[in-house]
């Protein structure tokens, strides 16, 4: 019965970095122009970026996906364990980043990273196994 409830903490915990990666790259894309955004004060500044930011469906709406994450994320860690949870979002998260990225025409440099990601698919893997 354990295995069970590890393998389901392990896929939501993917899930978890799913939706944090993938949505990363919509949310760096969906800001773009708020450096045009120009008002006098600290506050004023700082309120009309947020305006910006809250108007603007190209980044609301990557921003609430990955809000969803955090939901699940925060549910998943009642009980599951930090040692597997950490590790398996945060490898993952950049795994997941990375290829959005290069999806939406980002440049993804040189094999290093590739090997990177496989040497983090591994890693994840290993952190799974041995808890099952």
């Known amino acids: 019965m354990a295995d069970i409830s590890v393998l389901w903490q392990s896929l939501s915990l993917i899930m978890v ?11 760096k ?18 309120l009309a ?13 990557p921003f ?3 809000q969803s994450g955090s939901v699940l994320f925060y549910l998943t860690l009642a009980s ?11 490898a993952l998260t ?11 025409g980002e440049d993804i440099d040189g094999k290093e990273t590739y090997v990177g ?6 890693g994840v ?3 799974v196994w041995d808890k099952t």
């Not at 599951?80 to 945060?90: D, G, K, Q, Y």
């Open 64 to 66: 609430l996906v990955n």
């Open 125 to 127: 893997t290993l952190c």
């Open 29 to 46: 894309r969906g800001g773009e122009g708020i450096q045009r955004v120009q008002r006098g004060g600290r506050v004023a500044q700082f």
């Open 117 to 122: 990601m496989a040497l983090v698919v591994a």
């Open 80 to 90: 599951a364990e930090l040692s597997l949870a950490v590790p398996i979002t945060n």
């Open 94 to 104: 950049f795994i997941f980043t990375t290829l959005t990225g290069k999806m939406l």
């Open 17 to 27: 970095a799913l939706l944090w990666g993938a949505t990363n790259p919509l949310m």
């Open 49 to 61: 970026e947020l305006k910006f930011l809250i108007l603007n469906w190209k980044y609301i709406l």
